[in-house]
Each structure stands twice: as C-alpha cells, then as structure tokens.
C-alpha cells in the first residue's frame, strides 16, 4: 500500500484542481470543490490529518495511488 503523504489544503487543492475539479465557493478557511456529483470541503490547515485526507479522498472517488501519481505528475 502507498503511504499517505503530509499535504497543506492549498497543495491538495492544486492536485484535485489537475484531477479535473474546480472550486465552487470559499466560507472562511474552507473550500468546497466538485467534480460532476463528487463533491468535498478542503479546509486550509498547514497540514492535513491523515483522517481528514483520506475521508477526501474518498468523497473524491479518488484512491492513495491515484493521489501519488497526481503529486508525481508535479
């Protein structure tokens, strides 16, 4: 399995951004993004809980593989 990296809210904002999901509204320091029906909040912590990314990443449709290929890909 791939180990889950340490990731701020603005970064995994730019990784879903370049999986295809666009920034629907800001309220305060959280922000919602969709995708087609997948919808998720990422709020803007310097770094996120592995909790609170995995529970992303799965409102996302998106797997740990697929969010290490995102970072890869730069």
């Known amino acids: 399995m791939t180990k889950l990296p340490v990731l701020s809210g603005e970064k995994l904002i730019k990784l879903l951004k370049k999986a295809g999901f666009e920034v629907v509204r800001q ?15 990422v709020p803007l912590h310097n770094d996120l809980a592995k909790g609170t990314l995995l529970g992303i990443l799965k409102q996302c449709g998106l797997s740990k593989e697929d969010l290490q290929r995102l970072i890869e890909e730069g």
Not at 30 to 38: D, M, P, T
């Open 27 to 41: 309220k305060g320091g959280h922000i919602s993004l969709r995708k087609g029906e997948a919808k998720t909040v």
